[in-house]
């Protein structure tokens, strides 16, 4: 057994192997354990992390949803945990380690996340907890017992506490520490075994190789080479058995190089390849043409085996060919090369041989080897080869690709078909060849087909067409056939050869693209360009023939909440099944489109012979759509509601082109959502001189607001003793042209375009400014400023109300912000967030309008808020008005038991004011004690110690 390693790397590399071995088992032992304590611990502390979050929520999520809400983000503090959640019984999540995810569902978030599994932790009402990827991913669930409801004596209800850890850095960590502690004692056992490696080349590994040197000078050819006699005594006396083994074959050599001198004299005058082998197949002998055939020097070749140098293949099946000097020495005959038989020389050269071999036996007539004789028919098979490969190259053109070919004679009948022809078709030869073909010619093509081909079979021209050829299956598919005239070598006329092509594809996308092109994606319907087409043909029919139609808007109702609760697959589901609505109560000859969005349009072309009849018409066709998407929608079991504003214009009009139409239909539109959604209104003129009134001081606004063009009014708040406690800031627009503009002029202008944002931004900028005087002045009233449910919803409000707070040192205790119920009926979570974060400055919330939204005493209950405020509405009519008596009473009295403060706004009378501190009001604003002022009159008339309630 021949070993590959010397012996000064062997013995040193079998003891690193085995302290190798061994460092291995107790490195893996060590990690094995740490791995085990590891997740152990992390075990232990995600089950105490999420109990506790359970025992919290059970008893805080209703009253202490802030200590709740720290202890959740105290959880993910811990490094190891990706996510901590704490969800309601349908798996939404009520808090999050990411505020972004209240109110998803947990399985929408983590797409891991099994609720199969929830529901079954909730039946089972234990913790479980799952582990995967060998145990350094762990996730755990806790139920726990929602909040009873208000109408339930103990809840039925439970929710679960979610808790996803990663230990992969951990056990990074661990394996690092271990490794590191094992360092010292390897740098040791290397350093013992360089030492040993030192030895072992000194003593054994030189004397050796100077053993192994002379042996491959000897194998090498330089039978001269000795080797020095020198090291221990074994290989000293190795070296002088080497030296006597290497005299005895250099005298043995000089006698063969004898002898072969006279053999290779008859071998160079042989033109074929030779070689001769000993008994175990190795070569012994090849003259100057096998070296020439096969690459190889007879020095090089000598003593290798015949298959290293005698390389051949088949050439039919490029598999290694058998060399027949194996079979010659077994059976003793003489034996020859197969046909298409491929020798392949050492520089990848190609020969095709013929060869023999037969056996060498000596005189006992013993095989002693083979000599194998071999000649080069290369070029008798190149010119076969040619010949095979001229044919096989036009039948493979003919019979394969996508191609469809033909050809036909001077008599114009066709005399080949290819055999893809015949696939495309399922025909036999027979059956297509002459005029056969033209069968499965598509009737209503046939006669374009011929002429084609007829005239430029006699004009001796190409030509293209399409036409329809009946496939296999049975059905017509597009075929381009492009023909050309042929001709022989010496330039005669043959006839022609055709190729065919299948482009029903191409025809379907032609016809889709067109289709798209003026058809709506989402619902087939025809869009904003085929439409505009279709109303432009309508209105001049309309006025050729006297004819008023009608063009009708159709916008859905709130459709953006319901694509951002459901997602816009949803919502697409819902606009397939109002186009179809939409389709199904129209006439055959009405159009419905889809500009986009929400948004669809209507055609009524040709209703009635003068406008009032059409009018009627078009108001009727408009009710049923009206009813018909007032009806639920089925998508998945579930239903869903919509509703739609429709604006209506008539037409035709004088002068009025596509665009005013759709202009005015639009107009219309937006008339009925104002109006309270889900309302049929028809153009008016004085619509569109409304719409450009708006549109004129929307730009005039936008420019206000950049310059800051703006006031700040301030009106004052008192007691139940008339001293001034505070004011509520309000804004007015100094327009150059129209004067001091009301709020009520320009507030909702500024909330729909959004203007709202950068105006309420300053309102708070100012009021600020004016707390921080009052504050160096040595007061310390509240101000009020009303935020809008846009401007409260803005992800960056609470930065920037600390930045504001920041930049004018005012103090957060002295503000207060005026919310309205929309704002926390609609947005119940975000606000919940913002406000905790806005109140732990200080900041006091006011309900603005309390009783005239959603008045609900739940959110008065769970949200900070300091106080509400009766609308101007409630008050006027006191006390004479019954209604708003025992409404006013009732709000009093809520609001004493819930500990909140009151504040009475449009109190205009002796009255109304006596009467409503009667009831317990403590705080009043109005006309009867103080009218809004420019901040800086305000400041110098009220900020005065004679004029303030003491402190």
Known sequence: ??????????????????????????????????????????????????????????????????????????????????????????????????????????????????????????????????????????????????????????????????????????????????????????????????????????????????????????????????????????????????????????????????????????????????????????????????????????????????????????????????????????????????????????????????????????????????????????????????????????????????????????????????????????????????????????????????????????????????????????????ILDQGSPRYDSQGRFLGYIGHCLDISQVKQAEAQVAHLAYHDALTGLPNRALFQDRLTQAAAAARRNQRVGALMFVDLDHFKRLNDVYGHALGDAVLQEVAGRLQFYLRQEDTVARLGGDEFVVLLPALAAESDGAATLARAVADKIRLALEGPILIDGTSYHTAASMGVTLFPKHNESVDDLMREADIAMYRAKERGRNQISFFQVDMQQTVTQRYALEQELREAVAQQAFELFLQSQVNADGVVIGAEALVRWRHPTRGLVAPATFIPLAEESRLILPLGDWVLQQSCQVLARLEAAGHSLHIAVNVSPLQFAQPNFVARIRDILKQTGADPTHLTLEITEGLLVEHMTETMGRMAELAALGIRFSIDDFGTGYSSLSYLKRLPLYELKIDKSFVQDLPEDPNDVALVETMLAMAQHLHLSVVAEGVETAAQFEFLKSRGCNRFQGYHFHRPQEHHEWFEAFAKPSQLAPQ
Request: hydrophobic content about 45%; charged content about 20%.
């Open 1 to 478: 057994m021949r070993f590959p390693w010397s012996l000064k790397w062997a013995l040193p590399l079998a003891l690193a192997s085995l302290l190798l071995i061994f460092s291995s088992f107790a490195t893996w032992h060590s990690l094995s354990t740490r791995q085990t304590n590891l997740t152990q611990t992390a075990r232990q502390d995600a089950l105490d992390h999420v109990s506790h979050l359970a025992r919290m929520a059970e008893q805080g999520l209703q009253n202490s949803t802030a200590m709740v809400a720290s202890d959740l983000a105290q959880t993910s503090t811990d490094p190891r945990v990706l996510a901590v959640l704490i969800l309601d019984e349908q798996g939404r999540v009520l808090m999050a380690h990411r505020k972004a995810w209240v109110g998803s569902v947990a399985k929408s978030l983590l797409p891991d996340f099994d609720d199969g599994w929830r529901l079954q932790v909730i039946a089972g009402r234990l913790p479980q907890v799952r582990t995967e990827e060998e145990g350094l991913r762990l996730a755990v669930l806790q139920p726990f017992e929602l909040p009873a409801a208000s109408n339930e004596v103990r809840s039925s209800r439970w929710g679960s506490v979610f808790l996803e850890m990663d230990l992969d850095l951990a056990w990074q960590q661990a394996r690092y520490e271990t490794l590191l502690s094992r360092l010292p004692w390897l740098v040791l056992a290397l350093l013992v075994l360089l030492a040993v490696g030192l030895l072992l080349r000194r003593f054994v590994a030189q004397p050796l190789q100077a053993l192994a040197d002379a042996a491959g000078c000897l194998k090498q050819g330089q039978l001269s080479s000795r080797a020095v006699v020198q090291g221990p005594l074994e290989i000293a006396a190795l070296a002088r058995d080497f030296n006597d083994m290497a005299q005895a074959i250099e005298d043995a050599q000089k006698a063969l190089i004898t002898s072969e001198e006279r053999m290779s004299i008859t071998l160079h005058s042989i033109g074929d390849g030779l070689i001769a082998t000993d008994a175990r197949a190795r070569i012994t002998l090849m003259n100057p043409a096998a070296e020439r055939f096969t690459g190889w020097a007879l020095a090089e070749a000598r003593g290798l085996p015949i298959s290293d140098v005698f390389v051949i293949e088949s050439e039919i099946t490029g598999q290694p060919a058998e060399i027949p000097v194996k079979r010659v020495l077994t059976e003793g005959t003489v034996l020859g090369l197969a046909n298409h038989t491929v020798l392949i020389a050492r520089d990848g050269t190609r020969r095709d041989v013929a060869d023999s071999a037969a056996p060498i036996r000596n005189a006992r007539g013993v095989i002693e080897g083979v000599v194998l004789v071999f000649q080069d028919v290369t070029e008798q098979y190149r010119m076969r080869r040619a010949l095979a490969d001229s044919e096989q190259h036009y039948r493979t053109l003919a019979n394969t690709g996508q191609a469809l070919v033909w050809t036909a004679g001077l008599d114009k009948k066709c005399n080949y078909f290819n055999s893809v022809w015949l696939a495309f078709t399922g025909r036999t030869l027979a059956q297509e060849l002459g005029d056969g073909w033209a069968e499965g010619v598509h009737p209503d093509d046939l006669e374009h087909c011929f002429t084609t081909y007829v005239a430029a079979f006699e004009a001796r021209e190409a030509f293209a067409m399409e036409y329809r050829l009946r496939h296999a299956s049975g059905e017509y598919r597009w």
